[in-house]
Every structure is written in C-alpha cells, then in structure tokens.
C-alpha cells in the first residue's frame, strides 16, 4: 500500500535511456506527460522540454548550458550527489519524495516523481543522466485520501463500541478490536492465535459457516445473525453479528470483516420477557378464574379452570365453537347485546351472573366479566367467568335462614324485637353509665313481631316500629336500668330478668326478658329483645304461694290446736290419775280399816267381799297406769342410744321372774344385734313381750322360751318365741290394739295395754311388729327395727 | 283443831278428808307420835308457815320438822304453796315431802326445782300406802335433823 516505500531503491539498467536529438525524438519527448531534463556530465543542462517550459515557464533557451544548480535554486547537494551519483554509476535512482525539485516546481504544489537516469549526451557520447519528473500530484492525493480512509478505518476499527475482527478465508482470526477481546475476556494477542471455531459456541459453529459460505460464494454479500461465542471463562455471549467478505480488485476474498455487538443484555431483557409472559401464561392458566377468548363467536383459548366449568377434557373439545352453544338460553339476549356494546364502544363491561351449559348440558351458575380485544385483526372478548355455584347455595341458604328466622320471629309466642343502634355505634368500651346513656339515646325498635306489640298494646308491630327504647323499658324505673346494666355488665347479654309492667288496660303484667347485644369490632350494633309473658306463671306461683302460705297458717294453727289438745289432754291424764286414784285409794283403804279394826266380828264371806272390793280397787289402779304409760309413750320424745338388746332382754327376764320361778323357765336368748334406739322405751317392749311370754307359758308344765335376731340388710327381726296357750291366728290383726284381748281374765289377768304399748313403741322407732301364733301351741311375737346409722 | 297451837312436828297439807284419814292412821300405825297440824287449803298451809291470821300466835322461829304437801289444793296449788316457802329466807330450810297420787306427775319435777327435799307416791293399795308414809316419817323425823 505504501506507494514511496522504495524510494532510493536502484533501478535497473534497462532503464537507461539513449537520447538522440532529433526531431522526431524531440517530437515524442515533447508530447510526453512527463518533465525530462538532460544533464551532461558537468550537471549543466542540456536538455529541457516542452513539459518542463509549460510547467516553469521557463524555456528551453533560457536554461541550456547551465547548471542545473543555478535553475533548482533551492535543491540540496544529496540531489546533486544522487544526480552525479547516476552520472558516474551509470545507475539510474528514484529520488525520495522530500528531495524533489520543488523549487520551480514545488510552487505550484505538483507532487513529483522524481527519476534520474543515466544518459549520453552530445556528440562524444558523454556521460550524463536524464532527470524524468513525473506529476504525481493526482495521485498522490489519492493517496492521502486512502491513508486518511485507512486512518479512518483503524480508527473505528480500534476505537468503535462494538467489537470488530478480520477473519481470514480459513477461519484464522487476523486482527480483532478490543472491544471484541474484551467481550470475550482475551487480550488481543491471545485472540490472534485463535480460530474462530475456538470462541464460537459450538451449536452456533454450522450456522456462521454457512453464512460464511453464502458470503463467500457471493450469494451474500452480507449476513447477519445472532450467534453465540464462548467467552474465556467459558460463559456465553450472545452477540449480534454481521460479516462483509472483502475483496481484491479481481474479486479474490481478502478476508472477512465482522462486526460484533454484545446483546447479552438484551438476550437477557428477552429471557425475562418469556420468563415473564409464560409467569403471565402460568397465571392466567393456574387462574381459579375460568378464562377464555372468543373471536368471532368462537372459541380460542380456554384456561384450564374454564376446561373443568364447561367439562372439557382438553381445549381441543371446545376451541372453535360458538360459544352460544354453551350459553343458558334464557341468557343469548343479554350476552348478544353485551357483546355488541363492547364490539361498538370497545368497553369492558361489569360482571353480571350468567348461567352456562356445561358439555353435558347441565347448567352451572357464574359471574362472567368480559373486556374486548383485538386480536391479530380480529375482535374478541377475553372473559372472566367465576363459578358462583357456591355462592348460590350459600345466598340459597342465607335465604331460608332468613325465612325461618322471619317465620320464627313472627310465630314466636315469645315477644320479639330488634333494637338498632341509630347512628354511631356504642363502643364497649365506655363506662357502664355512659353506654346506658348513649342506648337511652340511640337504640330504636326497627323490628318486631305482632307478639311483642301486643304485649305493649298495639296492634300491628308497625305501629311500634321507631319506639325508643325508653318507650318499652322507662329509665324512671329503677329496675329498667338495673336490667340494662347486668346487661351491659354480662358481656351484652341477659337472660331470664323478670319485669313487672302495667299493661294498657291497667293490669299488671309480668315479663321474662332476655337482651342479647351484637357487637362487632367493640361495638355494639343492635340488641335483641325478648319478653315472655310470664303473667300466668306468675299468677299461679303466686297462687302457690298464697296456698303454701295459708297452709302453713293452717298447719301452725293445727299445730297449736293440737298443742293445747295434748296439754288439755296431759292434764285430763293427771286428773285422771289424781282423781280416779283418789276413790280408789279410799276403797282400799277403807276396806283395809275395815277388816283392821272389824275384823273379828266378820265371817268369810264379809272378809270375801272386802278382799274382791280391795282387788278391784288395785286393777283399776294398775289400768290407770297402763293407761297413762300408754299415752305417754304417744307423746314422749325418743332419745335415741345404742342400745345392747342382749344385756337387756336378760335384765328384763330376771326382773320379771324370781330364782324359783326361773326354776320353771327353759329360757334361751340368742345372738341379739345391738341397735339404736331409746333404752327406757325398748325396756317396755322387752318387759312386755317377755311378761308374756312367761305368763301364757305358765300353765304348761315346763315354759319353753326363745328370743331370737335375724338380720335382713338394714333391719333386725327381734322374735319373742313361748310355748303357751299361743292364740287363734284369726285374730293376730287384733292382738295390739288396746285392751283388746285375746284370753279371758279368769286365764290371764292384764290389762290389754300390753301389747298396745309394745306397738306403739315399735312404730315410734320406725318398725313394725307381728304376732304368729295357735291356740294351744305358743305364739311368737316379732320386732323389726332398722339398724341404727 | 280449835285447842290453842303448841309445837307442831309435822304439817300435813291435805284436801281429801279420806287421805288425810288414811295418811294420819298410816302414821299412827307406825308409832310416830310427833304432834301433827292438818291444813285444808294452800292459803291455810301458808298462814300457818309464816304465823299469820288464824296462826299469829305461833313462833315463826318453832317451824314443822317436816311439812307434807300435796299438790292437789283447792284455792292455791301445792306448788304455790311450796315456792312461797323456799322463796322467804325464814321458812327456807323447812323439810317440805310433796304428796302425790302420780310418779308421772310434771308436777314432781317442778317440785323439786323450787326446792322440794323429797316426795311421796301415794299408793292405791294402802300397805303401800303405809310403808311409803312411815318410811317418811322415820326418815324425816329422827335421822335428818334440819338446819336451824
């Protein structure tokens, strides 16, 4: 490329030039684009042509025979050297370009191409040399402008952003920028001794060849592609290439000239715009929302959650159907004019609840919103369907609930009614007093039932409905407030508080009341009320009570009737005992003086008679005593002991038998279980059941007596066992009453009181007593008492 | 009754003309000779006790050994007579017997508790009768001497 790199190189012999002068030889050299000056040996001129008049105005005349030194005022002594050089070498030289005859020359800014030749002059064939100067002006210039290109170029290719690099034919990479050393982690020395194979990335190595080839062939003659390179530290580089084949003037390929952009970033922004639209994708696909695409009344995409609403197995069962297949047709109306508004207005429209047809052809509930596209130059409708089946049911069940709460509330016998909260609601937090002022304040009756009006003496609930709640429990009343503080004191609720209210028409009307408040958030909303007339109830606990009452009057004024009965009757037995004695003591004794100081002059039967009246007097006071033993026992408080029925049995026997009359007795007393009960009473039993027993046993020739127990879980059957004159089973029921006997006097003396005693004893213990028994062969008598705790 | 008071050893306070009979004969019979006074009535019993009215002469310092009191008066009862004894410092630590025709009597237990020494059942038969009265007798008249 470089036009002046032999400079001062020799040039051959071949080029010597033989100038003969003639005209002819004139003629040519004339003619010639060329300025040629001959000078002879002395380096004085010789020769001047037309070129060089034309070019320094100076004639030919004017400069023969002079040294050229004095024409080339200004040209230094290595131009001459060169020229005498060529004089005496008969070597030709090429001058370098800075010693050219610029002088008269150089003025007018011609660049020269300076030549000397050797060459004969004159006759004698002296030695001299021809000075050839060529104008090499244009083409110099030209080659500035290719320099200041090549500059140029080094300068891009060296300072550019993007990377660059020369490749030859064979791959060899021949130069390469920093900016693609530096892409690739090279230095650029190291990226010289590479191939391009080495640092592209292999799956990417066909496809840059067959680029390449394209290029090469000329079928290209520019590719560009994105292709991958491996960069040092192994990782990939995505760049955007594109290569140019340079040539030679005969079309033979140089080499090629790549340039390299790093688009990794973008590569990257790319990746994470998949990324982001298959997330989008997965949302949209994973979307609890049924969603699907309808272009021209068909379908076009569904979302799995729109598959499983309309049935589908697979997109493939509904894309490209009309989508009116799958519309309730009580709704084709509605969506044709939904879908015309957005297709006209290009708006969304709000959800509405829609009901769709399933593949099967059942029908599901949904809410469906839709927005207009434009797809890929069609319209459409992307819509969002919800399956509102849950919710159905749910309003479905809201729905009875409600129903059956208004059907409760209205034929509850319970009075009913809802107070709501006008205005703010009352916080819970706020001292009882304050929220008692603020419901006084705010709670209104917005519901009721007819129940509850009623109860107030109205006939329609609306006729109440507004009511403050001062109106229905009147803050004058004490106990309205006391209720509306155990309410707010509970926890905003009470139950079962009675009210005692005048009715309309004057009556007074009992209530049990029960306030549940609803609170949300530490506010109170609203509070229900509840009121059963209790009246009736009431009425009768009163009643109850009035009868109890009087009962007890009743019971209390018996009482001391009785009371005074027995005092009355307590004194009517002493009286009887002081005053039936009193006659009774005079017979006897009287008798008894009698027969003291009278008794001589008696006979038998006088002394007889007085024995009969004296013993008469005696029964009649051992009856009194019975009686009166009798009828204490009735009124006698029982002091309750534990008592030893064995020891006591055993004492009664031996007190009621002398030792000659035990002498008789063939007594047995078996195993008798202590018991609790009062010692003197169960002595009487004891006394009178074993008197008994000894004295109807006595007439036999051995009395045989057996006292036995027998326990029966919590009680004890005491028996008394003789072998007596016993008595006829018939009667056993009569055996206890007083003075009821079953034996004559004239068998057995007695009063009859005995056995009466013994039973009213027994029963005043809490047991029972019974007789076995038949004429002629014993009787038994039984006790049973329960066992004491 | 009507010959002028001297000592009196025992008062029997009896309404029943037949008891009072039997009761005297009962003592005689067991040889207490001991002067006895007979009253009919409580109020009587107690004009003699305390030596007023009819009884003014007597020396309230003599007081009976022993007074017999039964509790069946006319007018004022035994037990009237009986407290208004115990209650008057003089005639406190007189020995008074209550008669009775009843060990069932509440009236026994009254009797004790406003300071009666003792009592006496009468018997229906009279050999009772006569033990139970010279029993008394014996026991009151020569074993227990009174507090002066």
């Known amino acids: 490329m470089d036009l002046f790199r032999n400079a001062d190189s020799e040039v051959h012999e071949t080029d010597k030039i033989t100038f003969t002068f003639d005209e002819l030889f004139r003629t040519v050299v004339d003619s010639l684009d060329l300025g040629i000056v001959v000078v002879d040996h002395a380096c004085c001129i010789v020769f001047w042509n037309k070129w060089m008049t034309t070019k320094t105005g100076i004639d030919e005349n004017s400069v023969v025979n002079r040294e050229i030194i004095e024409i080339f005022t200004n040209i230094n002594t290595s131009v001459t050297n060169a020229i005498k050089s060529v004089i005496n070498t008969g070597c030709s030289r090429v001058l370098s370009p800075e010693f050219h005859l610029s002088s008269i020359l150089g003025s007018t800014g011609m660049q020269q191409f300076v030549r000397i030749v050797p060459a004969e002059t004159g006759e004698y064939k002296k030695r001299g040399a021809a000075i050839i100067i060529q104008d090499v002006t244009a083409r110099f210039q030209t080659e500035k402008a290719l320099r200041l290109s090549e500059q140029s170029f080094r300068t891009v290719f060296e300072y550019s952003t993007i990377g660059h690099s020369l490749t030859a034919p064979d791959g060899n990479i021949l130069e390469v920028n920093r900016v693609f050393a530096d892409m690739l982690g090279y230095s650029i020395e190291e990226m010289i001794k590479l191939d391009f194979t080495d640092i592209t990335y292999p799956e990417d190595i066909p496809a840059s060849q067959e680029c390449m080839q394209r290029v090469f062939t000329g079928k290209d003659e520019i590719y560009r592609m994105e292709k991958r390179y491996i960069h040092k530290n192994s990782s990939i580089i995505w760049t955007d290439v594109s290569t140019t084949l340079l040539r030679n003037e005969k079309e033979e390929p140089l080499f090629f000239i790549t340039s390299i952009q790093d688009i990794t970033k973008r590569k990257q922004a790319e990746q994470a715009l998949r990324d982001s639209e298959a997330r989008f994708r997965l949302f949209i696909e994973s979307s609890p929302y049924a969603i699907y695409v309808q272009t021209g009344g068909c379908f076009t995409y569904l979302n799995s959650s729109a598959l499983s609403l309309f049935g589908a197995d697979s997109p493939e069962n509904l894309i490209g159907k009309p989508v009116f297949n799958f519309f309730h047709p009580d709704f084709h109306d509605i969506i044709k004019k939904r879908i015309e508004i957005m297709g006209k207005r290009k708006l969304n429209v709000s959800p509405i609840e829609e009901i769709y047809l399933r593949m099967d052809g059942t029908s599901v509930d949904v809410e469906a919103s839709a927005v207009p596209i434009f797809h890929e130059g069609i319209d459409g409708v992307l819509v969002f369907v919800k399956d509102i089946t849950e919710k159905k049911e749910t309003e479905k069940a809201l729905r009875l609930s409600e129903e059956r709460y208004r059907a409760f509330v209205k034929q509850s016998s319970e009075a009913i009614c809802l107070f709501e909260i006008e205005g703010k609601p009352v916080d819970t937090d706020l001292p009882i007093e304050e929220q008692i002022d603020l419901l006084y304040g705010s709670a209104v009756i917005s519901e009721c039932n007819r129940k509850f009006a009623v109860t107030h003496g109205f006939e329609n609930p609306e006729d109440i409905i507004g009511f403050r709640i001062g109106q229905i429990f009147p803050r004058l009343a004490k106990e309205n407030v006391d209720y509306l503080r155990n309410f707010i004191q509970n926890g905003h609720h009470i139950d079962n508080f009675e009210s005692r209210e005048l009715s309309r028409d004057g009556t007074v009307r009992y209530f049990l009341n029960s306030l549940t408040g609803f609170i949300e958030k530490k506010k109170l909303l609203r509070v229900w009320s509840t009121k059963q007339d209790i009246t009736r109830i009431k009425k009768a606990e009163e009643d109850i009570r009035m009868l109890n009452a009087e009962l007890e009057q009743r019971v209390r004024e018996r009482t001391a009737q009785l009371k005074t009965v027995n005092k009355e009757l307590e004194s009517f037995s002493y009286s009887v005992s002081h005053d039936l004695r009193a006659p009774l003591r005079a017979i006897d004794g009287y008798v008894r003086i009698l027969l003291e100081d009278f008794g001589p002059g008696l006979d038998d039967e006088a002394r007889r008679i007085c024995s009969v009246i004296s013993n008469s007097a005696r029964d009649m006071g051992h009856l009194i005593d019975s009686l009166l033993t009798f009828s204490r026992i009735g009124r006698a408080a029982i002091e309750p002991s534990l008592v030893d029925m064995k020891a006591m049995a055993k004492s009664a026997f031996f007190e009621l038998t002398n030792p000659a009359e035990r002498e008789c007795i063939d007594i047995n007393i078996g195993e008798l279980p202590s018991i609790s009960g009062d010692p003197t009473l169960l002595r009487q039993v004891w006394m009178n059941l074993i008197g008994n027993a000894i004295k109807f046993s006595s007439k036999k020739e051995h009395s045989v007596i057996r006292i036995r127990a027998e326990t029966h879980e919590n009680q004890v059957d005491y028996s008394i066992q003789d072998n007596g004159a016993g008595f006829d089973g018939e009667y056993s029921n009569k055996l206890f009453n007083v003075f009821q006997r079953l034996h004559s006097v004239k068998e057995f003396d007695g009063t009859g009181i005995g056995l009466a005693i013994v039973q009213r004893i027994v029963s005043r213990h809490g047991g029972y007593v019974r007789a076995e028994g038949e004429t002629g062969k014993g009787a038994t008598f039984h006790f049973t008492l329960k066992k004491g705790d | ?148």
């Open chain 2, 1 to 148: 009754m009507d010959k002028p008071l001297g000592v009196v050893d025992i008062l029997l306070v009896e309404d029943s003309p037949r008891d009072m009979e039997l009761m005297l004969r009962a003592l005689r019979k067991h040889s207490i000779a001991n002067p006895i006074h007979v009253v009919e009535d409580g109020p009587e019993a107690l004009d003699f006790v305390f030596c007023r009215k009819a009884y003014a002469d007597r020396d309230i310092l003599r007081p009976p050994k022993v007074i017999l009191l039964d509790l069946k008066l006319p007018k004022m009862n035994g037990l009237e007579v009986l407290k208004e004894i115990k209650s008057n410092e003089l005639t406190r630590t007189i020995p008074v017997v209550v008669v009775t025709s009843s060990r069932e009597d509440p009236d026994v237990k009254a009797a004790y508790s406003l300071g009666a020494n003792s009592y006496v059942v009468k018997p229906v038969d009279f050999d009772g009768f006569l033990s139970a009265m010279s029993n008394l007798g014996l026991y009151w008249l020569l074993v227990n001497h009174p507090l002066k």
